[in-house]
C-alpha cells in the first residue's frame, strides 16, 4: 500500500485554526467514508481525534472537525491551544485489489508558535 | 477502562523470530477486531496485520506477509504476533490496537513494545 500524502509541518498561533490535508485516492480516501484522524505526543501512543471522516469519539474536544472532498480529506483544529501541538496522522481503510488493510499518512507536525 | 498492553519485544538479530502479545481488559475482547501497526524510530505509522473477532479473516501489509502471523485467544482476552525472519527494517514500536464492529478505524491503543533488529 502507498502512504497518504500529508504535509509534513503545520503551525499556528494559540487562538487560530489550522488544517491538515490528507491525500490519497479512489481506492482510499475517495473510495470510502473511513478515513480517521489520530494525535501523538512524543512517547506517546495514538489517540484517536476523528473517525469515518467527521466523527469525534466521546471525549475529544468540538474544536476538532474533519472533512473530505474527492481523495482529499481534511483535519481543522480551531482555537489552538498549547496542548495541541503534537503529530497528527490521517488514516483510511484500501481495498485495491491486494491487500486489503489500512493506509496511514506519512504525519504532520503541528508547532503551536 | 480498556486497556491494551503489549509485551515480547526486545532486541533480536536479523534473521530470527520474536512473539509479541497484547492482553486486552475492560472490554468484550471477543467483540472487537484486532489489528497490529507499527511505528519505526522518527517514523510514521504502519499498519502491520488485522484480524477478525473470530479469527477467520486476516489482512497482512505486503511488507511483512509470510514472515509474520496473527493469531488471538479470544478466552485469554489476548492477541499475538509471531514475527519470523526479522530484518533490520522491522525495527519498530509495535502497538496492538482495537477496532470496532461498526467501522474502520482504531479506537484504543496500547503503549507499544519495542523490537529493534541487529547485529
Known amino acids: 500500500q502507498s502512504a497518504l500524502t500529508q504535509p509534513a509541518s503545520v503551525s499556528g498561533s494559540p487562538g487560530q485554526s489550522i488544517t491538515i490535508s490528507c491525500t490519497g485516492t479512489s481506492s482510499d480516501v475517495g473510495g470510502y467514508n473511513y478515513v480517521s484522524w489520530y494525535q501523538q505526543h512524543p512517547g506517546k501512543a495514538p489517540k484517536l481525534m476523528i473517525y469515518e471522516v467527521s466523527n469525534r469519539p466521546s471525549g475529544v474536544s468540538n474544536r476538532f472537525s474533519g472533512s473530505k472532498s474527492g481523495n482529499t480529506a481534511s483535519l481543522t483544529i480551531s482555537g489552538l491551544q498549547a496542548e495541541d501541538e503534537a503529530d497528527y496522522y490521517c488514516s483510511s481503510y484500501t481495498s485495491s485489489s491486494t491487500p486489503r488493510g489500512w493506509v496511514f499518512g506519512g504525519g504532520t507536525k503541528l508547532t503551536v508558535l | 477502562q480498556v486497556q491494551l498492553v503489549e509485551s515480547g519485544g526486545g532486541l533480536v538479530k536479523p534473521g530470527g523470530s520474536l512473539r509479541l502479545s497484547c492482553a486486552a481488559s475492560?472490554?468484550?475482547?471477543?467483540?472487537?477486531?484486532m489489528s497490529w501497526i507499527r511505528q519505526a524510530p522518527g517514523k510514521g505509522l504502519e499498519w502491520v496485520s488485522y484480524?477478525?473477532?473470530?479469527?477467520?479473516?486476516?489482512y497482512y501489509a505486503d511488507s511483512v506477509k509470510g514472515r509474520f502471523t496473527i493469531s488471538r485467544d479470544n478466552a485469554k482476552n489476548s492477541l499475538y504476533l509471531q514475527m519470523n525472519s526479522l530484518r533490520a527494517e522491522d525495527t519498530a514500536v509495535y502497538y496492538c490496537?482495537?477496532?470496532?464492529?461498526?467501522?474502520?478505524?482504531?479506537?484504543?491503543w496500547g503503549q507499544g513494545t519495542l523490537v529493534t533488529v541487529s547485529s
Open positions: 490496537a482495537s477496532r470496532p464492529y461498526y467501522g474502520n478505524h482504531f479506537d484504543y
Open positions: 484480524i477478525s473477532s473470530s479469527g477467520s479473516t486476516i
Open positions: 475492560g472490554f468484550t475482547f471477543s467483540d472487537y477486531y
